[in-house]
């Protein structure tokens, strides 16, 4: 048995306490069993990742295909992109190193499954709301995750607002209590608040009922740099507004212009728009958050129940609970129509809060990861600027 081996061995126990040999413990690994995955060391990782190899392309991600960010506490900035490997801190503390290849397969098995970039054929129904991927997690465990995740984004947008090119808008739509708000939150605990905007869509005023419809939302697309966040955003535009036709007459449009296919037409507007923001460097992650029926009745009935939660809840959500067939066709004609590989949907399963709250930042951290961003390289001018600057202050008693 090698050192690495042995070190699995000492921190590594299964379910009964004993201690797990690296097969048990990659097993482990596999079967998800997250509370014990909170304790292995990336040699475990590496070593499941390597077995996952084997599998058949194309396979349905399975819950062991899911070890980010466990056993990563620290990823190295330094290491960042230009690498081919990324040095991390293990949960036993100890520097290791693990191709970023494989970093990224990792998050890509968080994601794959819940990203539509092609509309064509899409059914909600295709999609389960109550999906972990098979992963059981103790609630302080997920806290655990999500805080290295947010870690990561938080490192991401720090080179994102320094190269001061590319931008991040982040579209969240839901029906309610499908937790949009906790997501945001967490997702985003870490990130700087100078780089970030996050932007609540609710009824329009009189003034951006004055303006075509997109007006409203284009002025707060987010500037170079920076992360935008949009909780409900121009998809209310054909949902809510599909959904309760007389929104669409308040919008003053001449009604010559509204015909038969006034939806498929803003569809199309929208794809368009989409289009041209992601021509201009700005990245779209678009984020359905899919919640059940059933769940939806459970969240409401928390919210009457609890006090400290009372305030959360309005009737008008139990009015709206009345058309969620109609709301569910309308989302998915927004996803057909509006799914493409510059701006994809994410569908992610929204009854399990933190999984939720996974995969959304597995998902903005592999897209940021992805574009391999670095801070900007300073010239030989400023150089010279920089050393002047030195010697100023040195000279200062
Ligand atoms: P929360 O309930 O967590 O506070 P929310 O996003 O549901 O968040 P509300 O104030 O409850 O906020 O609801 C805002 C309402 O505004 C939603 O019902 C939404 O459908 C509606 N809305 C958003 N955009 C438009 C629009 N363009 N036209 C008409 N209604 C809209
Ligand atoms: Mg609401």
């Not at 050192?3 to 097969?23: N, T, V, Y």
């Not at 009935?301 to 309005?314: A, H």
Request: charge should be positive; include cysteine.
């Amino acid at each position: 048995m090698d050192a690495r081996r042995h070190r699995i061995f000492a921190c590594a126990k299964d379910r009964a306490g004993r201690p797990a040999s690296l097969e048990t413990a990659s097993h482990e690994v596999h079967a998800g069993e997250a509370s014990f995955v909170g304790r292995v060391d990336a040699a475990v990782l590496t070593h499941a990742c390597r077995r996952r190899r084997q599998r058949e392309p194309g396979d349905r991600p399975s819950p062991h295909d899911v070890p980010w960010p466990v056993s990563m506490r620290t990823l190295s900035v330094a290491a960042h992109g230009r690498q081919s490997s990324m040095s991390l801190t293990a949960d036993n503390g100890e520097e290791a190193s693990m191709p970023r290849k494989e970093i990224l397969d990792a998050l890509s098995r968080y994601t794959d499954p819940f990203r539509v970039t092609d509309g064509k054929g899409f059914r909600l129904k295709d999609f389960d709301p109550g999906d972990t991927l098979g992963l059981k997690m103790d609630k302080e465990e997920a806290v655990e995750l999500l805080q290295r995740g947010s870690e990561w984004l938080a490192m991401e947008q720090d080179i994102l607002y320094a190269q001061d090119s590319w931008s991040l808008l982040l579209v969240f739509q839901a029906m309610d209590a499908a937790g949009k708000d906790g997501t945001i939150k967490h997702v985003m605990s870490r990130v700087n608040p100078q780089g970030c905007d996050v932007f609540s869509f609710k009824q329009p005023s009189s003034e951006e009922l004055a303006h075509d419809f997109l007006w409203r939302y284009s002025r707060k697309v987010p500037r170079r740099g920076h992360i935008g966040i949009f909780n409900r955003s121009y998809y209310e535009e054909v949902l809510v507004v599909r959904v309760h036709q007389a929104l669409l007459s308040a919008q003053k449009i001449p009604p010559t212009l509204i015909g038969k296919k006034v939806w498929d037409e803003r569809l199309d507007d929208i794809d368009r728009f989409e289009e041209y923001l992601s021509r201009q460097g700005v990245i779209i992650l678009k984020f359905y958050l899919n919640l059940s029926y059933k769940e939806q009745k459970k969240r409401f009935m928390d919210r009457l129940d609890k006090p400290n939660k009372n305030w959360k809840f309005s009737a008008s959500d139990v009015r709206e609970r009345r058309y969620w067939n109609d709301y569910m066709q309308a989302y998915e004609a927004a996803i057909r129509g509006t799914a493409t590989p510059a701006a994809p949907w994410f569908v992610v399963p929204a009854d399990n809060k933190w999984f939720t709250r996974l995969v959304v930042a597995a998902a903005i951290v592999e897209t940021l990861e992805k574009l391999d961003l670095a801070y900007p390289k300073v010239t030989s001018e400023q150089k010279k600027d920089l050393a002047a600057a030195r010697e100023e202050l040195k000279a200062e008693s």
